[in-house]
């Protein structure tokens, strides 16, 4: 059966709600050509109604997401339905806050009032403009009313010159409420704006924007289909704020994902690119094609890369299931050990893992500032604080580089690692991080990115501390035939490293405590060891990887 439309579900409480922001406009209007501050008092009257409104969406967008999947087309309709309506409210407190700024100073007319009377006035049309978005023109409609911002935009620049240029004629309260109201007319703009991209997401999901329209539509077009053929749907949630989603079409089997856009900004991208085409050098299998690059007039770029089968490592280890998880580990293996041998370089590496872990200490203190106290003291003994103990370390890490450099991945999370079952692959993916540089940096971030996952039940954790010890073993064995002799310390510092900078990403108490200890436990022993026992140091591994 097919699904109803979520904007015809709540179709009249946004008509009403598009009504009173008008009935807004109307009274802002008013106040512009009259300066009457008694316009004040009617139009803030009118608010209540409108939370009223904006309540009555909430709860009907709640209604309809309540049963359904989450992330699926309809769940993410519904919540731009709901951002729609909230960035309409927005306008209407956007148009009070305007005329209360202006009514500070009494008795004031705007010294620009007849182009704040134009500007409001073309506001109100653009408001209005939204209505057609509740029927089939969504999208262009959005890009209509972003095209108003943008004249809106231009309209204020000579609200703000006309104001500067009779600065002189107002008197300091006068300017005051001048200025102020000119700041709340610019924010109108962007409330706009907001609108319009709330309106797009109604169309074409979460990922998209009225910035990155321009983006999807070449990558549909590259994919020789129509942008309006296809489903655009979110992928991943990543912290630096790019958008990484699906691109894909149905046919009689189902849905069929035809490639994967990626968006954000533009060095950031092309250092992917370079990424991508480093790793197919070396194997063209390995890291999904890029199958097209576009920039944008700002700061930002697109990819349209090509679709890669199977699941994350992450996913994986979710799922618990030893025989995938060990063909995955083989499969890796064997792809690092040729990648490693093909692309070594008698280039030095020096990984510097104390100056890594300090430019992000101050992070890791801002959400757990107990565990970085000036000193420690147990029953009388004064311990070196934990930053004490990374400069002791960073002292010592300078004997320790290897001799040799490899290319490695530079992100290398379990999220960003594919398994395809089925051919027994492993496939790179993220890889704006990738140089030439020490394999321990890799292999240490991996172990820490899996001790880091929140699986608490105890049979799936020892398989996961399980597969850190197999990866760390086979790190081992490469060092062995490459004779690297500092390996063991190394690793420790760049587990010490991970373990510490991860409980930034970690609110829960019990787990970033015991990855803080972990770090403070490897520095205390790198730390402490003497010069002429380095050679014989071991990784302390049960201690770190038995639960």
């Known amino acids: 059966m097919a699904l109803i439309h979520p904007l015809n579900m709540v179709q009249e409480d946004l008509t009403f709600l598009l009504r009173e922001i008008v009935k807004h406009g109307d009274f802002a209007l008013l106040f512009f050509k009259t300066g009457s501050p008694d316009v004040l008092g009617r139009i803030k009257s009118r608010a209540g109604y409108v939370q009223t409104l904006r309540e009555k969406i909430e709860l009907s967008c709640a209604r309809l ?3 359904r999947k989450l992330g699926t087309s309809y769940y993410n309709r519904v919540l731009a339905v709901r951002g729609f309506a909230n ?4 306008l209407g407190g956007g148009l009070i806050e305007c005329v209360e700024a202006a009514t500070l100073a009494s008795a004031f007319r705007h010294p620009a009032a007849d182009k704040c009377i134009k500007f409001i006035k073309h506001l109100k049309r653009s408001i209005l403009l939204t209505q057609f978005g509740f029927k089939e023109e969504v999208r ?38 001048a200025f102020l109201c000119n700041a709340h007319l610019k924010r109108l703009i962007k409330l706009l704006a907001n609108a319009a991209d709330a309106l797009i997401k109604v169309d074409l999901g979460h990922v998209a924007t009225l910035q990155n329209y321009q983006h999807l539509k070449r990558a549909s077009n590259s994919l020789n289909h129509a942008l309006r053929d296809l489903k655009v749907k979110r992928l991943a949630l990543t912290r630096s704020g790019s958008a990484i989603a699906s691109l894909s079409r149905e046919n009689e089997a189902g849905q069929r994902v035809l490639a994967v856009y990626k968006e954000g900004q533009k060095s950031k ?19 999904p094609d890029v199958l097209m690059q576009t920039d944008g007039q700002d700061d930002t770029s697109a990819l349209l890369i090509e679709h890669i089968p199977g699941k994350t490592f992450e996913s994986l280890l979710r799922e618990g299931k030893e025989k995938p998880l060990q063909q995955a580990l083989a499969a890796l293996f064997k792809v690092l050990s040729g990648a490693w041998q093909s692309t070594l370089s008698k280039e030095p590496a020096k990984a510097q893992f104390m100056r890594q872990l300090q430019k992000r200490i101050n992070d890791c203190m801002a959400v757990h500032p107990d565990f970085f106290q000036d000193q ?8 070196p604080s934990f930053l004490e103990l990374v400069s002791m370390v960073e002292q010592r890490e300078s004997r320790w580089a290897t001799t040799f450099s490899v ?11 594919m398994f395809d079952g089925v051919e027994k692959r492993i496939y790179f993916i993220d890889l704006h991080r990738s140089s030439y540089f020490d394999y321990a940096q890799d292999l240490s971030v991996l172990m820490v990115s899996i001790y880091r996952m929140q699986i608490l039940e105890p049979k799936q954790r020892e398989l996961m501390m399980d597969c850190a010890k197999q990866i760390y073993l086979f790190g081992r064995r490469f060092a062995k035939r490459q004779q690297d002799q500092t390996y063991e310390l190394r690793m420790a510092a ?25 770090a403070r436990y490897l520095l205390e022993k790198l730390a402490y060891l003497p010069a002429e026992k380095e050679a014989n140091f071991k990784l302390p591994l049960k201690e770190l990887y038995g639960e």
């Open 407 to 417: 290319l490695i991945h530079g992100d290398f999370n379990v999220d960003n690692l």
């Open 87 to 90: 960035a309409l409210a927005d």
């Open 376 to 383: 420690h003291n147990l029953c009388g003994l004064v311990k």
């Open 269 to 287: 991208i092309e250092e992917e690119v370079q990424g991508v085409e480093n790793w197919r050098k070396f194997n063209p299998r390995l890291a």
């Open 140 to 177: 262009r409609t959005s890009i209509k009313v972003a095209r108003r911002a943008d004249k809106l935009a231009h309209l204020f620049t000579d609200i703000q010159t006309q104001t500067l240029a009779q600065k002189d004629t107002l008197s300091d309260s006068e300017l005051n409420a």
């Open 65 to 67: 997401v309540e049963r």
């Open 494 to 518: 760049g587990l010490a490293r991970s373990f510490a900078s991860s409980t930034r990403f970690v609110l829960d108490k019990t787990l970033s405590i015991r990855m803080h200890l972990r």
